[in-house]
């Protein structure tokens, strides 16, 4: 079993109010949640009920533009929540570079952030999709741009994203492993299944092959495995049955 088995809060943004979600998560047996920005407009709120249910949160995401522009407020929202890793999830498709040039310069804003948050006692990390793995017509791949940009980003490996770009999450997790201090758990569907959960899946019931990946993540930096599924139709369910799942990995 893994040692920190967390939970994407972002999953549990169309089940609100979030105390009853935390309570819910608590009682299933997740020690850990990870944060985004729709759960981030009262901290001290969040904390203690995060308290009340033996719950921390020792990882959050953040914008790329609230990171560069916004400094005081994460580092409040940070240390109030007490997370330990930063990591920026996502660029939106007219931010997206288009060539190889592009990605590299995106990749050294995020080594210029990583410097003023590693400089507050964070770690900081990029959190991928699938656009970072689809090849661009020069052949070079924009999750190796920004990684080579940024010699000391960290990686928060989404394996699903990644097999849903048609890459091997395997051999990227062999790849950039000195890199990966948190994992995203999410599972991919089966053909023509959970077309009203946009063709996600709880954990261990879709078609990624979490035997082999654990086998190679366990050769990796990771701390925090972090369930997560985009659309579930239940929380509940995607809840209990994706910590059973991991649990018994």
Request: proline share 6%; net charge neutral; aromatic share 12%.
């Amino acid at each position: 079993m893994p040692r920190r088995l967390s939970f994407q809060l972002y999953s549990a943004r169309e089940f609100p109010p979030v105390e009853a979600n935390l309570a819910m998560l608590a009682k299933v047996g997740y020690r850990e949640v990870e944060g985004f920005g729709g759960v981030y407009g009262d901290p001290k709120a969040l904390r203690s009920t995060m308290d009340a249910n033996g719950l921390t949160m020792p990882t959050g995401h953040f914008s790329v533009d609230m990171l560069e522009t916004e400094r005081t407020k994460v580092l409040t929202i940070a240390s109030t929540l007490g997370m330990r890793h930063i990591y920026a999830p996502y660029l939106v498709p007219d931010q997206r570079p288009k060539t190889a040039a592009g990605w590299r310069k995106f990749g050294k804003r995020l080594a210029e952030i990583g410097v003023w948050v590693r400089s507050e006692g964070y770690s900081f990390g990029w959190h991928n999709h699938d656009f970072e793995f689809v090849k661009l017509p020069t052949g070079e791949v924009p999750h190796d741009l920004i990684f080579d940009a940024a010699p000391l980003l960290d990686w928060e490996c989404d394996v699903a994203w990644i097999q849903r770009a048609r890459a091997n999450p395997i051999s990227w997790i062999k790849r950039y492993g000195d890199r990966i201090t948190s994992v995203h758990v999410k599972d991919i569907a089966r053909a023509g299944e959970a077309p009203d959960e946009d063709g996600w899946a709880d954990v261990g019931h879709g078609i990624v092959n979490w035997n082999k990946v654990y086998g190679v993540l366990a050769k990796t930096r990771v701390l925090h495995h972090i369930m997560e599924h985009d659309n579930p139709s239940d929380l509940s369910r995607f809840a209990k049955r994706s910590f059973a799942f991991v649990s018994s990995i």
